[in-house]
Every structure is written in C-alpha cells, then in structure tokens.
C-alpha cells in the first residue's frame, strides 16, 4: 500500500478497529502509519518549511493548512531579513515578523530566525552616514549590535535559532567581499555570534550558507567555524542551504559536507531545500541571487505542465536526498525547505523571471506530488 494511500484512508481504518471490531496485523500496521512528514520523521529530525507574507497574515489557507498538518518548524523566508525588518536607521518594521512569530508559538513550532547579518538585502543605510560617506568600523559594529540586541530581543525565548551569520564565503573558500568584511573586518563574524549570545543567551546559533558541498566551501565553513570555537564563541549548527539541482550537487559530496560539520560537533542542518530541474542558463550552481539572466526563449519548458519522466526523475532525486539525511539522522537536526507548494517558490523567477518551476513536494494546488510520497518512504524506514 503507497504511503499516500495509507495517509489517506489511515484514518478509516482507525475507526475501524475501535469498539466491537477487531483488527488484522495489517490494519494494525496502517493505524502506524505516519499521517505527515513531521509524523514520519518524528524522532530523527525537524521537517519544516519557509513562510511567506501571505501564509503568516493567514491570507492563503490551503497553505496554512498545510504547514500546520505536514511540518513543526518554520522559517521566514523574507520577513526577518535586515532590510525589510529594519528599513531605516530608526524605523523597524515588526508587524510581518509578529505575525510570524506568533504563528511558531500558537502551533508550537520549532522556530528559526533568518537572518542577522547578510550582505544582501541588508539596508542601505546602513554602510553610510548622513552625507552618504561609508561609515567607520565602530559606528559600524555600534549598528550590527543595536540591530541584534532590537530584533533578537524582541523574540527572545520565542525564536528558538538564528541564522547569525548568511553566505559569508564564496564558492572557491574565500570570504565573500561584502560592506561588513570591507569595513569591519573578519572580526565582523565573531561580534555578530557574540551580540546574538547577548541579546539571547538560550537560542541556537548558526552559520548557514549554499553550495557547501562544493569540497573548497565546506573546508573554509569548517575552518570559519573551527576558529570561532578556537575563540570561545558559541556555535550550535551549521545550515547547509539545499538549493539542489535535480542531478547536482553528488550525494557523496553532501555526505561528505554533513561529516565534516558534524566532526565540528555541531548540528547539521539542511535548510532552504529545493530541487530545481529547469534548465541552466549558465553553468551556475547555488543560490547568488544576484546572478539572473533575460527570460529566453527555450528555458521555460514545462510551462504547460510537467512529464511524467521529469516527474519521476523528481522522485528518485527527492528519494535519494531523504535516504542520505535518514542515514545522517544522528547528526541532522531539522529539513527545511524553501517553501510550501510550487507556486510560490522563490525558483519561478530566478535566475530567469516568470519561469514555471517544480521544486517542492507540493503542486500548485497544494497537493502532494510522488515526490512527497517518496519522501515519507525514505524517513518511515
Ligand atoms: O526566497 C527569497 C526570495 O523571496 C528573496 O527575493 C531573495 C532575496 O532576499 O531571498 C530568497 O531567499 C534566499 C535566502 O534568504 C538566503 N539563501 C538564498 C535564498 C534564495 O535566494
């Protein structure tokens, strides 16, 4: 019997086995069944999902549903970010990360907060003064720190881990120039983990950046992490962004990556996960959003709808992901992906505007696709 079937009629099978009736070992074995991804694999990690404007003012609810039924623990996917959060020096907008907030509690999910420090959407106000000069490195690291203590503040004890620090590296191992490295310095990496302690001492503490399969990036996330730790800094995971590609990146080059963060003795987690299977404008690889290329003729080939072979390549892919983070279920915390249903995925229109993407375990009418049954199969094991 297929997992989704048995998700459905579970419930009928429940009722009956109650009161006069008896049960078959095989009815026995259905009323078992995981019922949702958060159900299946209960025990091994979190499975979770980013949310959006609309899903967190309650404004879609067929995805409402869904998160609330399949997953116990969210992420934002664009309202915590520094820029929409804290648009200008003195004005924060607080009222789309509340909703979001309160969402995690009322539900009881496990809650991230995405992200404190990122070179992009990071406001422009920020790197400048009045006059528009670049500001110093005090003023500087005086802002991250008002930044931090005003927004993980505010949730304190609410937010249960913070993406401290996002896409620090770039893909060959070196640090990423961005205004922070430029003005700061590398130091700016340890004050952001240090000033997240402080204005939460509870919550968990990560690293999390794309691509960390790719053996250079994962050497420099290790060392990047090694020397916090040298340095008496608090770090609790690593976030292995999965901004996959239906037959990239190699499952030996993630499990290599999810070794070498767990020998840090961190948690691991797979975070943003997406498989995107359109075609590949240029030879990129990750998540570099400001890489995007002209809509093209001949780069949006499913438009009308997906064949079942690309449909069923999507399963295997799916199926092989899920069956290499059951193997690691000792060292992963929490699956994430980058999403609830298609439709919304940030996929549709990077690095190629209006594109119809495929990447989720849900459709464009919420409904779950063979690759959700997959996966339910690979975590029931
Ligand atoms: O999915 C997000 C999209 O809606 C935003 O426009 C974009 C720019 O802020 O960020 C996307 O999420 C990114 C995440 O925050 C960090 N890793 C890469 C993700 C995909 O670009």
New binding site residues.
Partial sequence: MSVFYKKRFAPLLLLACTGAYSCSSSEQAAEETPTSLKEAAEGDFYIGAALNYDQVYGREEEAVALIKEEFNTISP??ML?MGPIHPEQNVYNFEPADKYVAFGEENDMFTIG??LVWH??APDWIFVDKEGNTVGRDTLLQRMEDHIATVAGRYKGKIDGWDVV??ALEDDGSLRQTKWLEIIGEEYLQKAFEFAKEADPEAELYYND?SLWKPAKREAAVHLVKNLQEKGIQVDGVGM?G?YGIDYPSLEDIEASINAFADLGVKVMIT?LDVDLLPNPSNRQG?D?AMTFEPQEGFNPYAEGLPDSVQQKLTRRYADLFELFHKHRDKISRVTF?GVADKHS?LND?PMEGRRSYPLLFDRDYQPKPAYEAVMEAVSE
Avoid: G, L
Wanted: proline share 0%; hydrophobic share 30%; charged share 20%.
């Fill in positions: 996917e664009n970010k995405h992200t992009s959407q996002n896409e794309y962004q901004h943003e998540a959003i980058w940030w990077w």
